[in-house]
């Protein structure tokens, strides 16, 4: 079966402007999960799907950042405006439910200048 | 505040040189702990669940262990190709949370 599928791979893109990630879950996988590492630290997550309802989003940073499930499919991550701080990988995890492991794509990387 | 600690945060080993990769943890109420291993350039690729201390799971050259503090990830005989990033996330009991909470990761070495 194909795995969790992320897009773009790398992203440069300057402050103040806007950037969308999109991630495809493993068909099938009605969770589906952000995470992201910045500077060399340790993944953290940013929050959770079941579906296309927001399970659980409290490691949002704040609200520049807008994540979207429609239809409990794909699911796209919206940094506006990016700032520097946003630089990192971000990651996108699903799984079948939610009590099964979490299975990763590679990530993006993004880089704000 | 949960915690999640791995070390050491690298290590060498030569081939055929067996050691182990510690994670300890701080929070209350585990629902699992999950072992990853990292390439460069790619994401966690998942390995092992334990849920209760005393459990043990294998596959191939890697063994992991859980105690109520902290878990073990075994590398018997390892081979160049073992050499990555393994990373520790632990998933606590808190409401319908679900979320991982990972360590920094020790990276991995076999030189051959």
């Known amino acids: 079966e194909a795995g969790v599928t992320q897009f773009p791979s790398h992203s440069v893109i300057e402050k103040g402007q806007t950037v969308t990630l999109r991630c495809d879950p493993i068909s099938g996988h009605d969770n589906l999960y952000w995470y992201r590492r910045v500077m060399g630290k340790e993944i953290k997550f940013l929050l959770h799907f079941v579906k296309e309802s927001k399970q659980d989003e409290s490691g949002m940073p704040n609200n520049r950042f807008l994540a979207e499930r429609t239809g409990g499919t794909y699911s796209t991550l919206k940094v506006q405006p990016a700032e520097l701080e946003d630089s990192g990988v971000y990651f996108c995890?699903?799984?079948?439910?939610?009590?099964?492991?979490?299975?990763f794509g590679d990530g993006t990387r993004l880089s704000i200048l | 505040e949960d915690q999640v600690t791995q070390s050491p945060e690298a290590l060498r080993l030569q081939e055929g040189e067996s050691s182990s990769l510690n994670c300890s943890y701080t929070?209350?109420?585990?629902?699992?702990l999950f072992w990853y291993r990292q390439d460069p350039g790619k994401g966690p690729e998942f390995l092992f669940t334990l849920y209760s201390a005393g459990e043990e799971k294998e596959k191939e050259r890697l063994k992991a262990t859980l105690t109520k503090k902290e878990s073990f990830l075994h590398i018997t005989a390892p081979k160049p190709e073992d050499s990555a990033t393994y990373l520790c996330a632990v998933q606590y009991s808190s409401g319908s949370a679900r979320q991982l909470t990972f360590g920094s990761g020790t990276q991995l070495t076999v030189l051959p």
């Open positions: 995890a699903s799984s079948r439910d939610s009590n099964q492991p979490q299975h």
């Open positions: 929070v209350s109420g585990l629902r699992g």
